[in-house]
């Protein structure tokens, strides 16, 4: 299976996307933390490091502490692809990833986007 270019990405370069994404539409930076939180297991000061280091988003995932075990739920479409049905594990999390923060920019309360 060929490597995807997201996957050598560093994460703190696309997390500003993911901010000013929210930003558009009148949520927050704390809102975006909580999602990558609440998807990775990081807490903030884990969070703010690993954006600090510059790591990949394959590192990013890897050191994750724990997936939340809810993640399983997110279902739907981001960029044409079913999250649900995308085989590769990490490009998965990245998707999962991308469909909250697009969840988030829908105007969906976040009891709902952290499948609460």
């Known amino acids: 299976m060929p490597r995807h270019n997201i996957f050598t990405m560093p994460f703190a370069r696309v997390y500003p996307m993911y ?10 930076k704390a809102e975006v ?15 703010q490091q690993q954006i600090a280091r510059e790591i990949d988003f394959e590192i990013f995932f890897a050191e994750a502490p724990a997936m939340h075990p809810n ?5 739907g479409v981001v960029c044409g692809v079913r999250v649900e049905e995308v085989e590769d594990p990490l490009m998965q999390k990245i998707r999962y990833l991308d469909k909250l923060i697009d969840e988030l920019g829908k105007g969906k309360a976040m009891e709902k986007i952290l499948r609460q």
């Open 71 to 75: 993640a399983c739920l997110i279902k």
């Open 19 to 28: 901010v000013q994404k929210a930003e558009r539409k009148n949520r927050n």
């Open 33 to 47: 933390d909580e999602i990558i939180r609440w998807l990775t297991g990081y807490d903030q000061q884990e969070l």
